[in-house]
């Protein structure tokens, strides 16, 4: 993900699924790959692994969700509540 598109306030979204995952901002996919197929070993908010890149701006809102049902809905309602916009 270019961090230059993470340096205004945005709409994030994580797909973590095997060989089909995918990374949108503001709805717009910017990646996809092979996350694997080992199980989750957890789920860190703000560090990269322990390696001490910490993050430190502000995180408005974390949604976590096992489907991927309904994304449209969710990025429009989210854009409009943080009045960001969907590109």
Known sequence: ???????SPCILTVIF???SSMVYINSVLHGTGNAGTNGSQGLAIGVFSGIGNRFTGSLAELIVQNT??????LWSRMSQY??????
């Open 68 to 73: 991927t049902q309904d994304l449209p809905c």
């Open 17 to 19: 699924n095997g060989a």
């Open 1 to 7: 993900v270019p961090s230059n598109k993470l340096l």
């Open 82 to 87: 943080y009045q960001i916009t969907l590109s």
